[in-house]
């Protein structure tokens, strides 16, 4: 693939997911609002009635999410020199996702993850590997870039990442904070904030950021003043709510397609792919937000974060039933 070839690039971490599906028989679940424990009996062998591996982390589905709807990508990580990584590469060389920027240590090995899949939620026992990122020699540029979670060592990387970004203007950046980027607050990711085109978070994550508690029927203020740290497009998730937008004259919510939960591993992702997808693709905002809430619902049917991602003739028909059912208004 030529480097002007590349509608976007991907940079984060990615990880060999396991998902069981224990039988309910054999579980003790206290239910409330408040509080879901999922026990088993210490020293037991617990019968698991599904077993699926499969590639994940936010990197990899969104790599794999905009590969499926046709958009030409590269992703950017560094691997173990396992067979975790030899996995991984295999199934990105399968999605037809671009894996010359792909860093391996010999020395070290990959994230791993075993997620239990109860009653459509999941529990993730998650191990993030001791790790020092590379950045690539060369980096080619494209039109857009999606940067993503990286565990606690990701400040070297995400330094050069800003040099190189100054250097290169012209690329928009979509950006998805993880949780040690969001554990150094604004402060520590306020050059990146600055340099966005797009920010991707939830509500609780937005709230943090801003330092706005409770902004629960507060939707505009809040949108408000996740744009005052520099993102171009504010897209704040807010689960069964649906999600909100503002591009700096126009507030937009889009609710959700209705669907059977499954597993809701990986909605955030395919939400995130889905949308980032239909703005290289030439949609508007409101369109968009379809293909993102269409993208989700289809994952979020099926096991993993990757199996029910959808491809670009099938998101034609989904969006096409989503006009029906997904209600998208300014505010």
């Known amino acids: 693939m030529n480097e002007e070839n590349y509608d976007l690039l991907t940079i984060g971490d990615a990880t060999v997911d396991v998902f069981m599906t224990p039988l309910e028989s054999e579980t003790v679940c206290e239910l409330d609002k ?10 037991d062998k617990i019968p698991v009635r599904d ?5 994940g982390g936010n990197a990899a589905n969104n790599a794999v999410g905009t590969s499926r709807l046709g958009v030409k990508d590269a992703i950017v990580l560094t691997l173990g020199g396992d067979t975790v990584g030899d996995l991984i590469i295999e199934r990105f060389i399968k999605e037809r ?15 791993y993850s075993t997620i239990i899949n109860y009653s459509g939620e999941r529990t993730i026992f998650t191990y ?40 290169n203007q012209q690329i928009k950046l979509a950006f998805n904070p993880g949780t040690w980027q969001m554990k150094g607050g604004v402060e520590g990711i306020k050059e990146v904030l600055s ?64 669907q059977e939960v499954t597993e809701r591993t990986g909605a955030g992702d395919a939400f995130g792919s889905g949308m980032i997808s239909a703005l290289i693709k030439g949609k508007d905002l409101k369109e968009a937000l ?42």
Request: glycine share 6%.
């Open 195 to 258: 340099l966005s085109h797009i920010l991707y978070v939830n509500r609780e994550e937005a709230e943090k950021l801003t330092n706005f508690p409770d902004s629960h029927g507060k939707e505009k203020e809040l949108l408000t003043l996740v744009s005052k740290l520099g993102p171009k497009i504010c897209i704040v998730t807010d689960g069964p709510e649906g999600s909100l937008a503002f591009d700096g004259q126009k507030f937009i919510k889009c609710g959700i397609y209705p």
């Open 51 to 55: 077993l699926e591996f499969t590639i």
């Open 97 to 111: 996702v671009d894996t010359s920027f792909i860093s391996r240590q010999p020395a070290t090995s990959s994230n």
């Open 290 to 331: 379809i293909w993102g809430t269409v993208n989700s619902a289809s994952v979020v049917s099926f096991v993993g974060a990757q199996k029910g991602l959808l491809k670009e003739s099938e998101m034609l028909e989904w969006v096409e039933r989503g006009k029906d059912k997904v209600k998208v208004e300014e505010f």
């Open 34 to 43: 408040k509080e879901c424990k999922i026990c088993f009996s210490y020293g």
């Open 128 to 167: 993030h590997a001791p790790r020092s990122y590379e950045f690539p020699v060369v980096l080619p540029v494209a039109p857009w870039v999606y940067l993503t979670s990286m565990g606690e060592t990701f400040r070297p990387f995400y330094n050069h990442f800003i040099d190189w970004l100054k250097k």
